[in-house]
């Protein structure tokens, strides 16, 4: 059996694993899709010493890191199931190959992803002015007129944001009033560069071939389609956290992100839980990376704790 087994190979996993393996404690990342969703990722400006990189590059620099270490890596398998353990005994994870693996700790790190709108375009212009992550792509539209899908929280947090670095904003939202909280919809509306637009359905995004250049929407409350010019399309309209997998087996949110406390643990004795599948606040690379190492180092408290088994 692992010491530690580490479910997901995206920022958090892979500094989870490095943190592990330098204990000289067995361990081993099982993973879908090693690099997460940095392999999505084109401009990373934000990685905290590194002026500019991109995923992919990223993504190859946490494997080849990870890999200069005693990590058992199984790439391409999904995890299905987790099995608690009973006093004493070990935890298991069941993958969809039918495997089962056993380990002492687990930490589960599978990351989260947008919720799409699911228009024509979305996908071809995805990285080309669709984007969905304001603190990360925002200063690439600095003076340009953006979009953002989305009343609730976060699409009017990201608005007010952006108001602060691009030309001009307008917000769509698909019901007739916003979600936000009152205090957030009053500093929106006190800005002068942003405009409101409810009752409003995107249909389609629309480019000259390279990058997004308008959006269309329908008008709910008279059904006319209409079309905005802009550069940029910031979708805000929810992250789903991967984890329904684990519905039932530790104690999720009412959003489905995994409950931690401060180091990482869960609701169930040696699991623990790193980066964008958790209540953790701030979706972000340096932050799932932290949390990864809290996560591995508190790992290694509770089995210096533990007996053995
Ligand atoms: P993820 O990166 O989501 O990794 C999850 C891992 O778990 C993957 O390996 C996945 O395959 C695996 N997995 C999931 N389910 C299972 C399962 N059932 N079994 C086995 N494995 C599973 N952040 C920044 O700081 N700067 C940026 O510029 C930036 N730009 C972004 C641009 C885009 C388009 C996107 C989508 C995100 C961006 N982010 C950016 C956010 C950043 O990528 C995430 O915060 C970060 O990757 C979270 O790391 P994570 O390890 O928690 O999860």
Redesign the pocket.
């Known amino acids: 059996p692992f010491d530690v087994l580490i479910?997901?190979?995206?920022?958090?996993?892979a500094a989870a694993a490095i943190y592990a393996a330098r204990k000289g404690i067995r361990t081993g990342v099982?993973?879908?899709?090693?690099?997460?969703?940095?392999l999505?990722?084109l401009a990373?400006?934000?990685?905290i010493s590194v002026k500019a990189t991109d995923g992919p590059k990223l993504a190859a620099g946490l494997e080849e890191h990870v890999r200069e270490y005693d990590v058992d890596i199984m790439d391409l398998?999904?995890?299905e199931a987790l099995l608690p353990q009973a006093a004493g005994s070990l935890t298991e994870i069941r993958l969809a190959s039918g495997a089962t693996l056993r380990s002492k700790t687990v930490i589960l790190?599978?990351?989260?992803r947008?919720r799409e709108m699911n228009v024509p375009g979305e996908k071809e212009y995805r990285?080309h002015g669709v984007a969905?992550?304001p603190h990360?792509d925002g200063p690439l539209f600095k003076g340009k007129r953006v979009a953002v899908i989305g009343g609730g929280n976060s699409g009017v947090e990201a608005a007010i944001d952006l108001a602060g670095i691009v030309g001009h904003v307008t917000l769509l939202e698909f019901e007739a009033t916003l979600r936000a909280d009152a205090v957030l919809q009053k500093k929106l509306f006190s800005l002068g560069n942003v405009e409101v637009i409810t009752e409003a359905l995107s249909t389609q995004v629309s480019g000259d071939g390279e990058k997004v250049d308008g959006l269309l929407y329908t008008d709910r409350a008279s059904g006319e389609k209409r079309r905005i010019d802009l550069a940029g399309i910031f979708v805000q309209i929810g992250l789903l956290p991967?984890s329904e997998?684990l519905k039932g087996t530790l104690e999720l949110s009412p959003r489905g992100e995994i409950e931690i406390d401060a180091r990482c643990a869960t609701s169930l004795p040696g699991v623990f839980a790193?980066?964008?599948?958790t209540t953790v606040p701030y979706?972000?690379?340096?932050v799932?990376m932290g949390e990864g190492t809290k996560a591995a180092l508190t790992a290694f408290d509770h089995l210096i704790r533990s007996e053995p088994c």
Request: charged content about 15%.
């Open positions: 479910v997901g190979g995206g920022p958090a996993g099982v993973s879908e899709r090693f690099g997460g969703q940095v999505d990722t990373i400006e934000n990685f398998q999904r995890a790190a599978t990351g989260a947008w990285g969905y992550c990360c991967n997998w790193a980066g964008d599948v979706k972000q690379i340096v799932a």
